[in-house]
């Protein structure tokens, strides 16, 4: 249902009725599907929506099983950080995937955060209808946008780096083939003590 709208452009760019688009697999061959892609529709969703589109009155939520909401999360104002749930992946894009918690808001899982390895493709990792377990981010009730990480419980606790141990200083080594010259030491009680000094023989007779 909340396709809707976007399925009643796609029968207004082929110029004919929404109902002479259902079940039309010529028409629905003919949907330019990279055209309607968007921030908050993905291509895999598209595809399912002209799938369905070919195949009308195919319920795809048969073999659908509901999340697990928890009873005490109904909004955003329920949500806290670190808070783990159990969610429905509602649409994939290029940057991550978005999921249904329970509070009428989808959050989003970005592709950083959608395992504990790294993720090129979100395709490759979670598609439309999964069940996934995230771990709330962020809340940002102002925006109205939650942000989920689908890590592990492993990969969320980091261990803490241990501060490098202090380095001596090293000393610069004089160049090769040439010798440090050994400092002069004073020359105390010889008469070249006194040759500069006017007054070295006032005690002399």
Do not use: C
Request: hydrophobic fraction near 35%.
């Amino acid at each position: 249902p909340e396709r809707y709208g976007l399925v009643g452009a796609m029968a207004k760019d082929l110029q004919v009725d929404l109902a002479a688009l259902v079940g039309n697999v010529a028409l629905a061959q003919q949907i330019e599907i990279s055209r309607y892609a968007s921030d908050t529709v993905g291509v895999p969703t598209l595809r399912d929506i002209v799938d369905e589109l070919k195949k009308p009155g195919r319920d795809p939520r048969e073999q659908f099983e509901a999340p697990a909401f928890r009873d005490d999360v109904h909004s955003l104002s329920d949500l806290e950080p670190g808070m783990w749930l159990e969610g429905v992946v509602t649409n994939v894009t290029n940057f991550g995937a978005f999921v249904d918690v329970g509070v009428h808001r989808d959050g989003l899982v970005h592709i950083s955060q959608l395992a504990d390895r790294f993720v090129k493709d979100p395709n490759d990792v979670v598609k439309a209808g999964d069940k996934l377990r995230v771990r709330v981010l962020e809340v940002d009730q102002a925006r109205d946008r939650i942000s989920f990480s689908a890590k592990s419980e492993q990969a969320a606790v980091k261990p803490k780096a241990k501060p490098d141990s202090p380095r001596p200083e090293k000393r610069a080594r004089p160049p090769a083939g040439r010798s440090r010259a050994p400092k002069a030491k004073p020359n105390v009680g010889s008469d070249k003590d006194f040759s500069h000094n006017p007054f070295a023989n006032l005690g002399k007779k």
